[in-house]
């Protein structure tokens, strides 16, 4: 076990004297987390998910890459311009212009942090880089001291940290605390440490490298064995102070650590680790939830913390336990991190003041008297629809309400006929950027007709890759929650919508996913793509693992 006393105290220029005890939670769902396939959003969903974040109590807020495109530099712009609480960072590589155009898009925060990577490992820079090591040296102590120039928050990244030859990772990480980095972050790019590998690397480098005792050391694990947040407490356990994670454990491939479960492994053992992270974890649930509803993954039942079942006591042994005592089957209590055991029903008698107080106990906090009318117009329309409206219901009427903002097409109404006489048809009205256009078409099944009427109204040339319909709650008269997948040249867009009408639900979704491909479309047509790359010449600007 970790000494916590061994760890140093630390003067940080974002966040002042760092005692041992402090973790510092670096979320990177904006930025790994979206750069996934299928995770992508555009700028309003951001700003929302970033709002949340802030709520949540993150210390840091990687929003994105912004020299991999004109939108991703919008959306950290406006981050940065916008988000108060956590410091704001930029990713960029070991290049001028990737760090000068990271500093330029968080300028406007208050806290300011750019993020340079470059790869240590031998396949990394043999076959990536095409660098020799003094080559990648010389790069990282350039780009560390042009961004200390710019700001006086940045962190190192040794990309492949994990399978770095231990000398020339020392090496490495000696020149980036020379060249004036605050933060050394030694990723487990490709997800193939185990635990123990971890905690030596940190160990090792804590006891070798000079100034070593000035900078925060910072795990960033990838789940590919399944072993991220076990190698995240590990790296903690050896001395790192910053943990890099996602919500729901979004990222490249199988993912990067889930936030939700570092949080809760050292909030429930501090036995283990004596690093206390400060987030407010009653809104964990509230935050895995939205960005469920904003990329249309939702995740398993049985996904720790935040999963349907992550609570459930389904055995009669394990619920007479609960009910006797609850710490006999559950080792952190529901509530600690969302969930609500309010049984507060609501239904079409249900006031304003009680929509107001279960938004309260949902984790929504306090909501302005417009965004409380309309939510409260939504939800009286489904309880007219529905007998219960359940906790569940309410989440997805909320979410609903963000997802619908700055939208170029919206549903003005929609008619489907349908039986076992006649093909069925679908009337759809659409706005299309303030205009309102109506189209009939017939189909295969209902939802076949009124996709092929928002086809006529906006015609495109993306594949349909997946149609899938859940009910949120129970019974025949629950609200369906229907995602709908586009393909258009290799771009994979996500839409999302509810309703107790699965049709409606379905055109929803469908047109929600048509708005993420306009925006989509923007950015593509903005952004010419070079050649692949991953080196840090000026030219390139692909994402690092485009
Ligand atoms: O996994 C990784 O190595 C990264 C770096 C850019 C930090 O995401
Ligand atoms: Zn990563």
Redesign the pocket.
């Known amino acids: 076990m970790t000494d916590t006393a061994s760890v140093p105290t630390i003067d940080h220029p974002s966040f002042g004297r760092l005692e041992p005890s402090r973790v510092i939670i670096f979320d990177?769902t904006l930025r790994?987390g979206e750069q996934s396939p299928g995770f992508s959003m555009n700028l309003a969903e951001k700003l929302r998910m970033a709002e949340a974040l802030a709520a949540l109590g993150v210390d840091v807020m990687e929003a994105g890459f912004p020299i991999a495109s004109p939108g991703d530099f919008e959306s950290v712009h406006a981050i940065a311009e916008r988000i108060k609480g956590p410091v704001i960072c930029g990713l960029a590589r070991a290049a001028r212009n990737d760090v000068l155009r990271a500093a330029e898009a968080v300028a406007p925060a208050e806290r300011k942090r750019i993020h340079i990577f470059i790869s240590t490992s031998p396949l990394h820079m043999k076959y990536k880089l095409r660098m020799e090591p003094d080559a990648v040296l010389e790069a990282i102590t350039e780009s560390v001291r042009l961004g200390r120039k710019q700001v006086e928050d940045v962190e190192w990244s040794a990309e492949d940290g994990s399978r770095t030859e231990p000398e020339f990772l020392c090496r490495a990480v000696e020149a980036a605390i020379k060249a004036g980095a605050t933060t050394i972050n030694i990723?487990d790019?490709v997800g193939y440490a185990l635990p123990r590998d971890m905690e030596d690397i940190f160990s090792m480098l804590r006891a070798r490298v000079p100034g070593a005792e000035k900078v925060v050391f910072s795990a960033?694990n990838?789940n590919d064995l399944g072993l991220a947040v076990a190698n995240t407490i590990a790296s903690l356990r050896g001395g790192a102070r910053q943990v890099?994670c996602t919500v729901n454990g979004i990222?490249?491939r199988a993912g990067?650590a889930a936030l939700e479960e570092i949080v809760m492994a050292l909030r429930t053992r501090p036995d283990a680790v004596a690093a206390v992270p400060e987030i407010h974890t009653e809104k964990i649930l509230r935050t895995s939830r939205l960005l469920s509803a904003i990329t249309g993954f939702e995740v398993q039942p049985n996904k720790a913390i935040v999963g349907r079942n992550a609570f459930a006591h389904e055995s009669g042994i394990h619920q007479d336990g609960v009910l006797k005592h609850a710490g006999t089957y559950e080792i952190m209590t529901p509530e600690s991190v969302g969930w609500s055991r309010s049984s507060l029903v609501m239904g079409k008698h249900s006031g304003r003041a009680a929509l107001r107080d279960k938004l309260r106990a949902l984790g929504y906090g306090e909501i302005g008297d417009n965004a409380l009318a309309d939510v409260f117009r939504r939800f009286k329309d489904l309880a007219d629809r529905k007998k219960v409206v359940y906790d569940d219901d309410i989440a997805a009427l909320m979410d609903e309400g963000h997802l619908r903002d700055h939208t170029r097409i919206r549903i003005a109404s929609l008619r489907v006929v349908a039986g076992t006489e006649a093909p069925p048809e679908a009337t759809v009205t659409l706005e299309i950027d303030g205009e309102t256009k109506t189209a009939t078409a017939t189909g295969d099944g209902a939802v076949d007709a009124t996709f092929a009427a928002v086809n006529v109204l906006c015609p495109h040339t993306a594949t349909l890759r997946l149609y899938s319909v859940g009910a949120i709650t129970e019974g025949t008269d629950a609200q369906a929650r229907v995602t709908v997948r586009l393909e258009e040249e290799g771009k994979m867009v996500d839409g999302q919508g509810a309703d107790t009408d699965t049709i409606i639900a379905s055109a929803r979704a469908y047109v929600h996913a048509l708005n993420k491909l306009l925006v989509k479309r923007a950015r593509t047509a903005r952004h010419a793509r070079p050649d692949d790359c991953g080196r840090p010449t000026e030219g390139c600007r692909r994402r690092p693992d485009d």
Do not use: A, C, L
């Open positions: 990177t790994d990723p790019t960033h990838h890099e990222g490249e990067n």
